[in-house]
T-cell receptor
Framework: QKEVEQDPGPLSVPEGAIVSLNCTYS??????FMWYRQYSRKGPELLMY????GNKEDGRFTAQVDKSSKYISLFIRDSQPSDSATYLC???????????FGKGITLSVRP | DAGVTQSPTHLIKTRGQQVTLRCSPK?????VSWYQQALGQGPQFIFQ???????QRGNFPDRFSGHQFPNYSSELNVNALLLGDSALYLC??????????FGAGTRLSVL
């Protein structure tokens, strides 16, 4: 079993849809949770960074962490074609330590 | 404020050759991590440098080695290249805030 599992894709939605992206993990030592966005042939760009259970909102993006269920989610409201990219969940046991990533899911938002 | 910079952007090598990739950290960052991202996969942790020492290492063979300089920049060296080493190599740097930022990556093609 992999330490981090991410829902497989690809995912295609119409513009304006609400998107839900999910990851589960098995390592209870993970304390910090991130979502990165990666455009084709580019490096990952940090979208959200959280370290406690609950919700964190930033504009159209909401990150949700449930440590008891070992489950994290990223919600995108009013999705835009510019949101089309690969989304990676990542976790670490301590600040600035090794990041463990999910496989990534490719999202396509149709105009 | 310059972000994380990596060079070169693209390299083509043949099997058995050696390659050196370079990373300059974001201003104020003293920790440098290297990741390998195969096509369609999430990044995999290679190793991390802090205070010019290798602090953590992932499941990669000794053909992968690195160095960190006093100015916190870093190099990744790969010897005896294999076809399977073809990937996007990413550098991530972090500082006191605990958040790691990625460079755009170096795309290595081994023929």
């Amino acid at each position: 079993q992999k330490e981090v599992e991410q829902d497989p894709g690809p995912l295609s939605v119409p513009e304006g849809a609400i998107v839900s992206l999910n990851c589960t993990y098995s390592n209870s030592a993970f304390q910090y949770f991130m979502w990165y966005r990666q455009y084709s042939r580019k490096g990952p760009e940090l979208l959200m960074y959280t370290y406690s259970s609950g919700n964190k909102e930033d504009g159209r993006f909401t990150a949700q962490v449930d440590k008891s269920s070992k489950y994290i989610s990223l919600f995108i409201r009013d999705s835009q074609p510019s949101d089309s990219a690969t989304y990676l969940c990542a976790m670490e046991t301590g600040a600035n330590s090794k990041l463990t990533f999910g496989k990534g899911i490719t999202l396509s938002v149709r105009p | 404020d310059a972000g994380v910079t990596q060079s070169p952007t693209h390299l083509i090598k043949t099997r058995g050759q050696q390659v050196t990739l370079r990373c300059s950290p974001k201003s104020g960052h003293d920790t440098v991590s290297w990741y390998q991202q195969a096509l369609g996969q999430g990044p995999q942790f290679i190793f991390q440098y802090y205070e010019e020492e290798e602090r953590q290492r992932g499941n990669f063979p000794d053909r992968f080695s690195g160095h960190q300089f006093p100015n916190y920049s870093s190099e990744l060296n790969v010897n005896a290249l294999l076809l399977g080493d073809s990937a996007l190599y990413l550098c991530a740097t972090g500082g006191g805030g605990g958040i790691q930022y990625f460079g755009a990556g170096t795309r290595l093609s081994v023929l």
